[in-house]
């Protein structure tokens, strides 16, 4: 099966299988997609020792019991991965990353993803808790980082009576910062040069904001985004 250029970037282990006998009826299934050789090896080391895990190869990963994305931060090019492993119904996504925003938790969540966990707490007994559970169904999710969805939530339902709330509270900080230069009276080039995206990107992104908040333009969507303190 052919990977996209996101599933490219964000490789599967590619490494041997764990250390307990071939066909061990309790082994869960594991397929790591990491952003880089260091992040990815240094998950991979944690779990080849576990007798519970078996980390499938590249040309295994789409029958893992578990899928784990391992990343600095939520990205386009991670949500395009959580995305595509939320089709695939034979694996349960988990997330370790580094940084973390609410509203990026929510996007998170309505992709599939069951279990979160920080990379600095990524231990392997963390690791294997966290694969397990998601083995058995389960959710695991920080204490803290639950606060903020239920705060998060909590705001997307008292907006409701807005009928562009929803769309409002989901607003990514690319997003806000793109609207914030354009308020700032920064056109296209300028917007791009700034934040080291192309064209392209910044005229797509511009575009996404406009319709999905059913707006005119560019100005009336920077009008409603600081009528609403989102800028």
């Known amino acids: 099966m052919s990977r996209s250029a996101h599933e490219n970037a964000l490789n599967t282990t590619g490494t041997p299988r764990g250390a307990a006998p071939a066909g061990h009826p309790h082994r869960v299934t594991v397929a790591v997609y990491a952003q880089d050789l260091v992040l990815r090896i240094g998950v991979v080391h944690q779990l080849r020792q576990r007798p519970e895990v078996e980390l499938v190869t ?38 370790v990353v580094g940084t973390f925003e609410s509203a990026a938790l929510q996007r998170v969540v309505e992709c599939g993803v069951a279990a979160v966990l920080r990379r600095t707490e990524a231990d392997q007994d963390r690791l294997l808790h966290l694969v397990l559970a998601l083995a ?69 992104v511009l575009h996404e904001i406009t319709t999905r908040l059913q707006l005119r333009n560019r100005a009336h969507a920077v009008g409603y985004a600081l009528r609403n303190g989102l800028i």
């Open 58 to 95: 590249d040309a295994e990963a789409d029958r893992a019991h578990t899928s784990l994305v391992v990343v600095d931060a939520v990205d386009d090019e991670v949500m395009a991965l959580l995305r595509r492993l939320q089709h695939n119904g034979a694996t349960r996504t988990g997330l």
């Open 136 to 204: 058995n169904g389960e959710g695991v999710l920080p204490g803290d980082l639950l606060g903020k969805l239920l705060s998060h939530v909590g705001s997307l339902q008292r907006s409701a009576l807005d009928p562009h709330g929803l769309a409002l509270s989901t607003l990514t900080a690319r997003e806000a910062d793109m609207l914030r230069l354009v308020a700032e009276g920064f056109d296209t080039s300028e917007i791009a040069q700034k934040t080291a995206y192309s064209e392209r990107t910044v005229k797509n």
